[in-house]
């Protein structure tokens, strides 16, 4: 069965899940990124890979929530891809004549200084993906309500046909993006690697004083490292918030079980998305008293004292 992802050909995304399945007659490209996440929830699509987190931008905000709400859904792996933008055209012209751009909200932000220094002028169209943008001049020519897009310079391999205005125009050069392949629960979990990591999302559960120290004492005092915390309104009502967390390390780790159990005791809701291997290259540093060993020590200590022995 296919992989759904944020299409068409030519986004980020793209790249990304190429990284994972380089055929093309598996990908199922849509419009959006709850587009994607609902194709696997009504069987169209085996997993989708969607955008996550930007080392600029932060947390993409249409994952994290389409996440949050629905039928559970579990990340199985994670990509990287380093992002660099490109400003392209359908035929060569200055700057200066450009009216208006279409690209990404996303990948607007992300080249807002360099558009502020070069076309300060320009009106932004929003177009569902950055690679949407550009096939969008190819489709409609004059007549698509802009004149330029900013997109990946990887869709030039297949429309060679379109001009490079400017390249490599984002306002941080070594800008990352971190994508998440989604499927199913019910799959096993992928293996532990010693350099995981699992993603939470945590209803606060209450609007009273230390309700947020409450759940990072949960990590802090198992030595659990939280590598990015985010939080985002449910939409109930003003103040209803919950935070999407990823920490380093995996469910099957004791420190990370035990820190989720206690999260659980404290807020019933909290929701698991998942424990899989990190992108990048290393070991997650652990300290001797929050290791696997020191847990089974010390539980196998206390179940010995409730047999009375
Ligand atoms: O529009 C695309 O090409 C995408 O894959 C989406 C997306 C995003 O949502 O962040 C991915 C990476 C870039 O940071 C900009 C846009």
């Known amino acids: 069965m296919s992989i759904a992802f944020l299409g068409p050909a030519g986004t980020f995304t793209e790249s990304a899940l190429r990284q994972i399945e380089p055929d093309p007659a598996h990908h199922l490209p849509v419009a959006?990124?709850?587009?994607?996440l609902a194709a696997v929830r009504d069987g169209r699509a085996a997993s989708a890979v969607v955008p996550i987190e930007n080392s600029v931008e932060g947390g993409v905000t249409a994952t994290l929530d389409a996440l949050a709400e629905g039928t559970e859904l579990r990340i199985c792996a994670e990509m990287l891809v380093p992002i660099r933008f490109a400003l392209v055209a359908l035929r060569p012209m200055e700057l200066a004549q450009v009216?208006?751009?279409?690209?990404?909200?996303?990948?607007?932000?992300?080249?807002?200084?360099?558009?502020?220094?070069?076309?300060?002028?320009?009106?932004?169209?929003p177009a569902s993906?950055?690679?949407?943008?550009?096939?969008?001049?190819?489709?409609?020519?004059?007549?698509?309500?802009?004149?330029?897009?900013?997109?990946?310079?990887?869709?030039?391999?297949?429309?060679p046909e379109l001009t490079v205005l400017a390249d490599d125009i984002g306002d941080n050069r070594a800008a990352v993006t971190r994508f998440?392949?989604?499927?199913?629960?019910?799959?096993?979990?992928?293996?532990?690697t010693g350099s995981d990591r699992t993603t939470l999302v945590i209803p606060l559960w209450s609007d009273r004083a230390g309700a947020l120290l409450e759940i990072l004492e949960q990590f802090s005092t198992r030595g659990v490292n939280l590598s990015r915390i985010e939080s985002r309104p449910t939409g109930a009502s003003l103040g209803d918030y919950f935070?999407?967390?990823?920490?380093?390390?995996?469910?099957?780790?004791?420190?990370?079980?035990?820190?989720?159990?206690?999260?659980?005791?404290?807020c019933p809701t909290t929701r698991f998305l998942g424990s899989y291997p990190r992108a990048e290259q290393g070991v997650t540093?652990?300290?001797?008293?929050?290791?696997?060993?020191?847990?089974?020590?010390?539980?196998?200590?206390?179940?010995?004292?409730?047999?009375?022995?």
Do not use: K
């Open 32 to 36: 959006s990124v709850p587009a994607a």
């Open 99 to 125: 009216r208006a751009v279409a690209t990404h909200s996303h990948a607007w932000a992300q080249v807002r200084g360099w558009v502020q220094e070069n076309m300060p002028e320009v009106e932004y169209i």
């Open 129 to 159: 993906s950055t690679a949407a943008g550009a096939l969008g001049l190819l489709a409609s020519g004059e007549s698509a309500g802009y004149d330029a897009a900013i997109c990946s310079p990887a869709i030039l391999a297949a429309h």
């Open 180 to 192: 998440v392949q989604v499927a199913e629960p019910g799959e096993q979990l992928p293996e532990r």
């Open 243 to 266: 935070f999407s967390v990823d920490l380093d390390g995996h469910i099957l780790d004791e420190r990370v079980s035990e820190a989720v159990v206690g999260l659980r005791r404290i």
């Open 285 to 309: 540093e652990v300290e001797g008293r929050h290791t696997d060993g020191a847990f089974r020590q010390a539980r196998d200590w206390v179940q010995q004292l409730r047999e009375g022995r």
